[in-house]
C-alpha cells in the first residue's frame, strides 16, 4: 500500500526498500470546466541540481523537447497534450542507479503550456497528483495530491527526489509558481531564450 504523503513531508525511500532503483514518477491532473477556447496542456519536467540547487548544465533539463538524459537515468515518456483520461498523464523514468554523482536532487515540475496566452493557471486545475511507482516490484510506494491551493500560478515544483549519504529521499514539496517554465527554469539555473 502506498504512502499517502502530505506537503513539506520528507520519507526515506530507498533505506526502506533496499535495492530500488528503477521508479516511474506517474503526474496526473484534471481541469476544471473552462470555456476560454483553449485545451489545457501541462508539462511535466525534470531537473537534475547539484548540491547549489542549479542544473550543471543545459542537459541536466528533461522535458518534451529533451526526453532523455544523457546518463540514461531520467527520460521523459512524452508529452500528453490533453491529459485526457484517467490515471497518469504524463511521467518520467528514473534510474537511480545510473543518476550521475555530482547530482544531489531531482525536481519534479508541472506547468501549463502558453499559459499566458490562453489566460490558464493551475486554480483552474485539480485532483493533481504525483506518485512513485516501483517498476520492479510493481507497486506504488508513494503518493502526493497537491490539493487544490492554487489561484494564479502557472507553474509548481510538486516534488523532489533528494541524496541523504548513501541513500535517496522524497520530499512532497507543492511550491507554485507565476511565469511558467520560462520561471522555473531560470530558478534552477537554466539559461532561457
Known amino acids: ?12 525511500l530507498t533505506k526502506g526498500n533496499p535495492g530500488l532503483s528503477k521508479l516511474v ?34 542537459k541536466d533539463f528533461v522535458f518534451y523537447s529533451a526526453l532523455k538524459h544523457e546518463s540514461g537515468g531520467v527520460i521523459h515518456t512524452g ?8 490515471g497518469d498523464d ?3 523514468k528514473v534510474d537511480l542507479a545510473l543518476i550521475p554523482a555530482g547530482v544531489h536532487k531531482i525536481a519534479f515540475t508541472v506547468t501549463i503550456y502558453d499559459a499566458e496566452k490562453r489566460r490558464q493557471n493551475f486554480g483552474q486545475v485539480s485532483n493533481a497528483y504525483i ?4 517498476v520492479e516490484k510493481k507497486v506504488e510506494l508513494l ?6 491551493d ?12 533528494y541524496r541523504n549519504g548513501a541513500e535517496w529521499k522524497f520530499n512532497a514539496i507543492g511550491s507554485g509558481f507565476q511565469g511558467g517554465l520560462q520561471a522555473l527554469a531560470t530558478n534552477f539555473g537554466v539559461s532561457v531564450a
Not at 79 to 86: F, I, L, P, Q, V
Not at 143 to 148: A, M, N
Open 150 to 161: 492554487y489561484s494564479i500560478e502557472t507553474a509548481v515544483v510538486v516534488a523532489e527526489l
Open 90 to 92: 504524463e511521467q518520467i
Open 1 to 12: 500500500m502506498a504512502i499517502s504523503l502530505q506537503k513539506g513531508q520528507k520519507v526515506d
Open 25 to 58: 514518477v506517474g503526474l496526473g491532473w484534471d481541469t476544471n470546466k473552462y470555456d476560454g477556447g483553449s485545451d489545457f496542456d501541462l508539462d511535466a519536467a525534470a531537473f537534475l541540481l547539484d548540491e547549489s540547487g542549479k542544473v550543471r548544465n543545459e
Open 131 to 134: 506518485r512513485l511507482f516501483d
Open 79 to 86: 508529452d500528453n497534450r490533453t491529459g485526457a483520461g484517467d
Open 143 to 148: 503518493r502526493f495530491d497537491l490539493g487544490e
